[in-house]
């Protein structure tokens, strides 16, 4: 195909997101008002169940321990009154994990992550209604199956990200916890370098830009996120854009991220008015751009059927390696619905009066 490119209290209440580079509280403390000054790894260390000092002391130099809403330091003396928050990147687990025989892509892998290249219609995290059928069930199956059950020390790796079920593309995953702290911090702190390439209706004025847009639940519709421009509400989510070829109705574009709020391009993309090519939840799934002619519609149904999800590729990733410090960078090729796609827009673009509209 052709590529374009109470020290007792604790608190577990999370979301669950997709897209998602949020840090999730695992645990709560409420430092008791009779509690005596005690080193805040040992603190921890006494209280939470198979964690070791090691484990404790790798959340802190990463910022994922917070007391009173700030990242400490290992010699910090914990106090009466204090609250301590316990951050990791995946939110906690409702089921056990169990090895699944599930075909998966892995483009690159060490002891310390694994890169692979999610097909669609796969669920990365088991959550409502997907218990099983899920990334991590098959990650379970092929470290098994490798040998390496063991050496994973949980069996099925971390999650440091996650990409919605029908996107396609590179997905990050730490083999253990060490890494996983280490790479959450670095999608915390926005330095990874993630581009996604798009296929949206119409045409942005702009060959390039930035989205900028609290993303937040719809008030209105459960299921979809939406953009709060006053900032009210939601919390802060910036895309970064480039145009990267022109079909007269759609246009193929590079989405760069700066943050990672659920469903984050497809919400901002529909924000500016230019929706996902085929994204039923967010409206990209109607004609909204291009003649009137019978022919014509009965083309965009049949693009429809070729890429019956939004059209959506996770294509980079870049970032720094937890344990070797250095620079990594790896791309994928645009998956064959996709790109069968973009050859049929491009051969009937190139046969149409673009002015007939």
Not at 76 to 84: A, E, K, N, S, T
Not at 207 to 228: A, L, Y
């Amino acid at each position: 195909m052709k590529n374009y490119l109470s020290a007792g209290k604790m608190n577990n209440k999370v979301e669950l997101r997709e897209e998602s580079t949020e840090l999730y509280e695992h645990f709560r403390f409420e430092v008791d008002p009779g509690q005596e000054p005690v080193r805040i790894d040992k603190f921890l260390f006494s209280r939470i169940q198979n964690a070791s000092r090691n484990k404790i002391q790798y959340s802190i130099r990463a910022g994922n321990i917070l007391v009173n809403d700030k990242p400490t330091k290992s010699n910090y003396q914990v106090r009466p009154g204090d609250v301590i928050s316990v951050l990791m990147s995946e939110p906690p687990r409702e089921t056990e994990i169990t090895p699944e025989d599930i075909p998966l892509d892995i483009v690159y892998e060490d002891d310390d992550v694994i890169i692979i290249n999610k097909q669609a219609g796969l669920v990365v995290h088991p959550g409502h209604g997907n218990y099983t059928g899920t990334l991590l069930h098959g990650l379970a199956h092929y470290f098994k199956e490798s040998g390496q059950a063991k050496k994973v020390e949980n069996g099925f790796g971390y999650l440091v990200h996650r990409i919605d079920k029908n996107t396609t593309g590179l997905l990050l995953v730490a083999k253990n916890e060490e890494a996983q702290t280490l790479l959450a911090r670095q999608f915390f702190d926005h330095t990874i370098d993630r581009k996604y390439v798009a296929l949206v209706w119409g045409e942005p004025k702009e060959e390039e830009g930035t989205i900028t847009g609290s993303i937040g639940r719809n008030p209105h519709e459960r299921k979809q996120m939406t953009v709060f421009p006053d900032g009210d509400k939601g919390k802060e989510a910036i895309t970064h854009y480039k145009i990267l070829k022109k079909f007269g109705y759609v246009t193929l574009i590079e989405c760069q991220l700066e943050t990672g709020r659920t469903h984050q391009i497809r919400v901002h993309l529909k924000y500016i008015g230019h929706p996902l090519f085929n994204d039923d939840r967010y409206g990209g799934h109607r004609i909204l751009k291009g003649t009137t002619f019978t022919k014509y519609k009965q083309f965009v149904q049949n693009c429809f059927k070729i890429i019956p999800r939004h059209s959506l590729h996770a294509k980079s990733i870049g970032f720094t390696h937890p344990v070797s410090g250095k620079k990594l960078h790896f791309e994928s090729e645009l998956p064959d619905d996709l790109s069968e796609v973009l050859i049929k827009w491009e051969d009937y673009t190139a046969h149409r009066n673009l002015t007939e509209e």
